[in-house]
């Protein structure tokens, strides 16, 4: 059996890997990506995308490739579209053209729900009801993927995740960063943040690439369908910010960001009974134990970053 991942050399494909090796031992992975020895595509390149499909001709893929930071959407949604949007239906279309009822694990969003988010936890059956272009991408994606006859297609609609790796972009190792830098001496002890009094759902990124492994498992058995991958508990942003100063033990001055843009949502938070009912899913990781992993990493990964002058 031949299994084809997109996108393998970011956060979620680093983690993905190792997890589809030890679950399918007898497959052979196909990793497109950045790094070597990983296949290049060009996501946007049709013509090039049957190709690898033709030549691979993999039972399965699962696809994380993407525009995935939504501030990036933000300024070239154009882009957005023809990577998010434009690359997921030709990689889909190609796939179910070999035949045989492949299965496609579609790396969704929570981030399509945008404004039928309110106080419960939501479940798959909400509208989508996208508030940013990034949103609107993984919306278009998913419904998309969902019509394509012949293809055993499974949208996870993850809600945020973190863990070791994970690029500053996002909010738990932007405050990890500054904190190890903080704790190292690279930087004055003063923090730069967004807004606090927002919340996320937030998982680890190893309990979201269990839930890959488990929904490629099940389109591979011809299952379908739409799956949160959630924690069900929504975490104020100012909560995490104070737990990993408390596991730093550092006490820095913190100032909001400059021209701070307005949260889209407030709190979303994510309903994942599907998931554990039909996919046997759900998070195994303990917060703190993702919290201290976080600032492991980033210790690690700062001690080669330049420092600052200090006061």
Not at 270 to 282: E, I, P
Request: hydrophobic share 50%; aromatic share 6%; charged share 20%.
């Amino acid at each position: 059996m031949r299994l084809l991942v997109t996108g393998a050399s970011g956060f979620v494909g680093a983690h993905l890997m190792p997890a589809l090796a030890q679950a399918f031992p007898d497959a052979e992975l196909i990793g497109c990506g950045e790094a070597r020895p990983l296949e290049r595509l060009d996501i946007t390149d049709h013509a090039g995308v049957r190709r690898l499909v033709a030549r691979t001709r993999p039972q399965g893929v699962v696809h994380l490739a993407a525009i995935a930071i939504p501030a990036e959407a933000r300024r070239d949604p154009a882009r957005a579209w023809a990577v998010n949007h434009g690359g997921t239906v030709a990689l889909a279309h190609a796939l179910a053209a070999q035949g045989g009822g492949p299965a496609f694990v579609l790396a969704s969003s929570s981030e399509v729900y945008g404004r039928s988010f309110g106080a419960a936890p939501l479940g798959e059956d909400a509208p989508l009801a996208p508030l940013t272009p990034y949103a609107a991408t993984k919306a278009a994606a998913d419904l998309a993927v969902a019509a394509i006859p012949g293809l055993a297609a499974v949208r996870l609609r993850a809600f945020n995740h973190t863990g070791p790796g994970q690029s500053a972009a996002f909010v738990v190792p932007a405050f990890a960063r500054q904190i190890c830098r903080i704790a190292l001496g690279r930087q004055a002890p003063v923090m730069t943040v967004g807004r606090l009094d927002t919340a996320r759902d937030f998982l680890d990124v190893r309990d979201v690439a269990r839930a890959y492994v488990l929904s490629l498992r099940h389109a591979l058995g011809g299952g379908r369908g739409a799956f949160n991958i959630a924690s069900g508990t929504a975490r104020p942003i100012g909560d995490v910010l104070a737990a990993l100063l408390a596991l730093a033990a550092v006490a820095p001055r913190i100032v909001p960001a400059a021209g701070e843009r307005a949260a889209d949502v407030l709190s979303p938070c994510g309903d994942a009974a599907r998931a554990r009912a039909v996919l046997g899913w759900q998070p195994a990781i303990a917060w703190p134990t993702t919290l201290a992993d976080v600032l492991a990493d980033w210790r690690e990964r700062v001690r080669d970053e330049p420092r600052e002058p200090l006061p």
